[in-house]
């Protein structure tokens, strides 16, 4: 007759000897299971960070620079004759230009807090450039890529408002066009 009744001695946990601890550098353990022999190092993306935002600060601070004068001394003047409907659309893209402006300057505000924050403190490793961004520089990532989109919608339906309100007719139709459908995609 077949004895199938677990033994004492078939629940014992055998366990390497101690000097077997002593010689290997510490394992991550993930809980997915097995340990980190095939992963990728730890490593510091201090630096590719900083460049990242470098590049979305850099190119809203451009984009701003040329919400300026779109704002301000180059936008669409509110004459005393204008139509109501022109003088509303005139009032819109004063608001809408001073918006796409002041989101371009907050990309920038969070981009440069981001670089400075990344170059004063120790940055932990991470096992990669997008763990560090969606991590523990969330808030700073999430914010500059979304205000540079909106700035960049902004900045884009600004244009295609000024132009349309300076020319009028079938070209500014069509280049309010043109912007409005690459505003849709982007």
């Given at each position: 007759m077949l004895d199938l009744a677990p033994s004492p001695s078939s629940f014992a946990l055998v366990l390497p000897p101690p000097s077997l601890f002593h010689h290997h550098a510490p394992m991550n353990l993930y809980l997915r299971g097995g340990n980190a022999l095939g992963?990728?190092?730890?490593?510091?993306?201090?630096?590719?960070a900083s460049a990242l935002f470098a590049n979305v600060g850099g190119?809203?601070?451009f984009i701003a620079g040329g919400l300026v004068p779109l704002s301000a001394f180059a936008a669409p003047k509110i004459a005393p004759g204008d139509p109501h409907s022109l003088k509303r659309v005139k009032r819109i893209h004063a608001l809408l230009?001073?918006?796409?402006?002041?989101?371009n300057l907050l990309a920038v505000m969070y981009s440069t807090m981001a670089r400075n924050t990344l170059a004063e403190s120790i940055?932990?490793?991470?096992?990669?450039l997008k763990?560090?961004?969606?991590?523990?520089?969330?808030?700073?990532?999430?914010?500059?890529?979304?205000?540079?989109?909106?700035?960049?919608?902004?900045?884009a339906a600004t244009l295609g408002l000024n132009?349309?309100?300076?020319?009028g007719g079938?070209?500014?139709?069509?280049?309010?066009?043109?912007?409005a459908s690459t505003v849709l995609l982007m």
């Open positions: 992963a990728m190092p730890l490593v510091s993306y201090a630096a590719e190119t809203a601070a230009a001073v918006m796409s402006l002041v989101s940055v932990a490793p991470t096992a990669s763990e560090l961004l969606l991590g523990e520089y969330a808030l700073e990532w999430t914010g500059c890529n979304v205000h540079f989109i909106m700035g960049l919608c902004g900045f132009v349309w309100l300076g020319f079938a070209a500014g139709k069509a280049v309010a066009c043109g912007v």
